[in-house]
């Protein structure tokens, strides 16, 4: 009998400003893969990468894929009171100097594969394994401050922005709002790839300005909606993956609205065999399919 189950698969756009190119992507990953230390994430949890290497050739500096992993974990707070379950009471100062534990060693380690595309600069990563979970918006950050330490580095990077991918319907969502009242987009400069004209042309845009990022909001008039021209529906457009839109309004009853790209991340749950492919393998098969498809 076949073993069926499901995980679940999300996406982040890694956006490097120019110069940028896929051995450029691939020096990042492998600089950020060689910072070997754990990113707190919250006050309980921490990240690292925890191996990369070629997906699809021998060697980093020829693959199209890389693949890896993130270590998840707990990052123990020794300073912080503890529980006796025996005695249902605070732990006494002489019970905890009893614990010993290693400074290296970390305990609930997770477990969270990925495959980043360095010409689509594309990461799909499993965001749901089982009990093992790890939000797009937690993945954006991570990344995002992974990048801004490599960036600090002695070799230079230009600006990386992390866009954790929205679903394909948070813009129509967004525009569909009865009475929408506000409108809040903020693009960082997009790294476009052929044929997406739109992203080549606020590209062109803002780097021509010597902006990083453009924050625009509309504010409908008294008692009216707004009625998004065609021009900042496409910067919407392109901003979802490239920043955030937020709208707020109200619905027809006349009760608050608010939708935001950020709270609406793409997530795919697919099915897996386990006697006919590993985690990776689907990995890699989706995320080629879904590369292919746009």
């Known amino acids: 009998m076949s073993r069926d189950r499901t995980i679940n698969i999300a996406q982040l756009n890694i956006a490097m400003h120019n110069p940028h190119s896929p051995d450029r992507y691939r020096s990042l990953m492998q600089r950020a893969y060689a910072i070997q230390k754990p990113i707190a994430l919250g006050k309980l949890h ?55 534990i290693p400074e290296h060693l970390l305990p609930n380690l997770q477990r969270l594969q990925f495959v980043f595309n360095v010409k689509r600069h594309r990461l799909f990563y499993i965001s749901k394994d089982r009990d093992v979970t790890l939000g797009p918006g937690t993945a954006e950050r991570f990344f995002q401050q992974l990048f801004d330490i490599v960036r600090e580095g002695r070799v230079s990077f230009p600006p990386i922005t992390v866009t954790a991918v929205p679903d394909s319907d948070s813009i129509d969502t967004i525009l569909s709002i009865h009475k929408l009242k506000k409108l809040r987009i903020e693009l960082s400069v997009p790294n476009p790839d052929d044929g997406e ?58 009760t608050k609205v608010i939708e935001n790209t950020k709270n609406t991340p793409e997530v795919k749950i697919v099915k897996i065999n386990e006697d006919a492919e590993t985690t990776m393998q689907v990995l890699r098969r989706y995320a080629g399919e879904l590369l292919r498809r746009t």
């Open 46 to 100: 921490g990240v690292m990468l925890g191996f990369l290497k070629a997906s699809d050739a021998e060697r980093v500096e020829d693959a199209d894929f890389l693949e890896g992993e993130l270590f998840r974990f707990v990052k123990i707070d020794m300073s912080l009171p503890w529980f006796n379950a025996v005695t249902l009471r605070e732990a006494t100062e002489d019970e905890v100097t009893e614990i010993s």
């Open 197 to 254: 004209e739109d992203e080549e042309r606020f590209r062109r845009r803002l780097e021509k300005q010597k902006a990083r990022k453009q924050v625009t909001e509309l504010y409908a008039e008294s008692g009216k909606g707004l009625k998004p021209d065609q021009e900042t529906i496409s910067l919407a457009r392109v901003a979802a993956e490239n920043g955030f839109v937020r709208g707020e309004g109200n619905s027809e009853e006349g």
